[in-house]
Every structure is written in structure tokens, then in C-alpha cells.
């Protein structure tokens, strides 16, 4: 008798440890877990107005600013997809860029062009954490440094204020008003069928790091800087050369050339004098047909934003019963 009991009391007991090994194993299984992304931050343009050559300057100019909304989904320990909107505006000023060094940026202070552009953009993008998760949402890294790349399409449409009366006097538009660009063909992709009018819609390659910082159970915060390169010349409705004038009308036609107005086309400040002595000195400014320096020959944006996410609590899943 005792030693049936004792048999039962061993089996028993490799009864349990088998069911706690069981238990531990399974446990050690990363269980997926889901975030939602808020955050605002800032924008900054590259391109025509705007220059690849000078990036801290051109960062530093005309910052714009930027909000977003994600969806994340954490699949292991490391990896992650994100899928995010995000608005941005940005904006370029060829007086504001030169204002202060005429020698150096006198291209852009004759051209004296303009835009801000609202943009639309949905990124799909893979999330690389260089310190790995916990095997639940409650465990995952205190705090961890990642990396970013994926695909994103973006709408944009551009804008820029109207001349003064004073610069153009014309019964057809509102002085200093803003108006869409794209329509007005102002580098004449209406005269020529080998010159079409360009998309407002593009596809963009978004790239860049970040960190993330674990508040609570149910809370992050986040910082990540991202750069936008994308497949379009025309976020600021520069790419080419100045239009013939002999088709164009009207507004298109104020629009498509500023160079000859007497204030700055954006701030609406005097550069009379100034203009006056760039035109004796550098005449072939005002008479070129080039009106496009991109170095690169496509737009690109950075933006910066600091987000809040929530974490949704994950399904702890027991084991199986035996």
C-alpha cells in the first residue's frame, strides 16, 4: 500500500513539472501586440528653392510643421509594421532663402519665387528595434533606438500668393491672395504636347530613425526624424524652363515669371534697390530661360515628430489544459 502511494506521489510530481516546462515553454512565445500613433512635429522642404548643397540652411529657413496618425503592428521581438498619415505643409521663398548674401545666392533673389504645399502622405514602412521586446506588451524594452524604410504615396497640390497691384494690376485675381499653381501650367504644359502637365499625386521613399520610451504599461513616447525622397519635380511647381509668353494669359502668365516685380512675391517686402543694382550688374539673370537648379531633379521633405502611443494590452494565453 505505502508504496502505491508513494508510485502516485512520483507520478504526480513529473505530472507537474512536465505541465510547469510545458507552461514555460510556451511562455517564452512572443505574443504580438498592436499601438496607435499620435504626434505633431515640424517639415522641411528640399528641392528648387531650397538647396541639396546648403541643408542646414535650407533646414533652418522655413521650417513648417507637420501632424500624424499610425497604426503599428509589433510582430517580434525586433520588428514592426507601421502604416501612418501624416499632413504636412511646406513652404519655400527664394527672397527669404538669399535675403543677406546676394553674391552668393543671386540666382534665387532675381527668380523670386515661392509656394506652400500641403501634403498628404500614407507610408507603409518596416520598423527595425535595435533592443528587442519582452514576450508580452508589459515586457517590451524600456527604452530602444529603431530604424525605418518603407513606401509611401502623397498628394500635394501647390500654392502661391498673387502679385500686388502695384506689381500686377489684372482684373482676373485678388491681390495677395493665395492660388493653386498646378492649373495655371506656369511652366507652359499647356503649349506644347511634349511638355505635360504634372501628377499631384507621387510616390515617395521614406527613410529615417527614431527612439522610443516606455511611460507605463499602456503609454510610449516617441521621437523619430524621417527623410522623404520623392518622384516628383514639382512640390514647389519648379522643374524646368521659363514659358514662352506669347500663348499664356492672364494670371499664368504673372505667375509663371516674378522676377521683374519690385517686391519680394511672398513677404511683400520693397527689393527695389536691390533688384535694380543685380539687374545692371548680372543682367542675364532677368533675360535666362532657366528656371530650375535642382541638383537632384526631384523634391524631397524631412520631417521631425514626436509621437504618444498607446499600447494595446495584449491576450495573455494560458496553456493548454491536459
Not at 23 to 40: C, E, M, S, W
Not at 252 to 259: P, V
Amino acid at each position: 500500500m505505502n508504496r502505491d502511494k508513494y508510485v502516485l506521489v512520483l507520478c504526480a510530481l513529473l505530472g507537474l513539472t512536465g505541465e510547469c516546462v510545458a507552461q514555460r515553454k510556451y511562455n517564452t512565445r512572443f505574443i504580438p501586440y498592436d499601438l496607435v500613433t499620435v504626434g505633431a512635429g515640424s517639415s522641411t522642404y528640399f528641392g528648387d528653392l531650397a538647396s541639396y548643397k546648403h541643408p542646414f540652411k535650407s533646414l533652418t529657413t522655413l521650417p513648417r510643421w507637420n501632424i500624424g496618425l499610425g497604426y503599428t503592428r509589433q510582430f517580434t521581438p525586433h520588428f514592426s509594421a507601421r502604416v501612418m498619415f501624416t499632413w504636412a505643409r511646406i513652404t519655400g521663398d527664394d527672397y527669404t532663402y538669399s535675403n543677406g548674401n546676394l553674391d552668393k545666392y543671386s540666382f534665387q533673389y532675381a527668380r523670386n519665387l515661392h509656394f506652400r504645399n500641403d501634403v498628404k502622405e500614407v507610408a507603409i514602412v518596416g520598423i527595425y528595434n535595435f533592443l528587442a521586446d519582452g514576450i508580452n506588451p508589459y515586457r517590451r524594452a524600456k527604452i530602444t533606438p529603431y530604424i525605418f524604410g518603407g513606401l509611401a504615396v502623397i498628394g500635394h497640390d501647390p500654392e502661391a500668393r498673387t502679385p500686388t497691384a502695384t506689381n500686377g494690376n489684372n482684373s482676373e485675381f485678388v491681390a495677395r491672395q493665395w492660388v493653386k499653381l498646378q492649373p495655371l501650367h506656369t511652366e507652359g504644359q499647356d503649349q506644347s504636347e511634349t511638355i505635360q502637365a504634372y501628377s499631384r499625386i507621387s510616390i515617395a521613399i521614406p527613410i529615417g530613425f527614431g527612439i522610443r520610451y516606455k511611460l507605463n504599461d499602456s503609454f510610449n513616447v516617441g521621437l523619430d526624424i524621417g527623410f522623404r525622397y520623392t518622384f516628383t519635380n514639382y512640390l514647389d511647381d519648379v522643374g524646368g524652363l521659363y514659358a514662352g509668353s506669347g500663348n499664356m494669359r492672364g494670371l499664368t502668365t504673372l505667375m509663371a515669371d516674378r522676377r521683374f516685380e519690385y517686391d519680394a512675391a511672398r513677404v511683400n517686402t520693397s527689393r527695389y534697390t536691390a533688384a535694380q543694382q543685380l539687374f545692371q550688374d548680372q543682367p542675364a539673370l532677368f533675360v535666362t530661360t532657366e528656371r530650375s537648379k535642382n541638383e537632384l531633379g526631384k523634391d524631397s521633405y524631412l520631417l521631425s515628430n514626436f509621437s504618444i502611443q498607446y499600447v494595446f494590452p495584449g491576450r495573455i494565453k494560458c496553456p493548454p489544459i491536459r
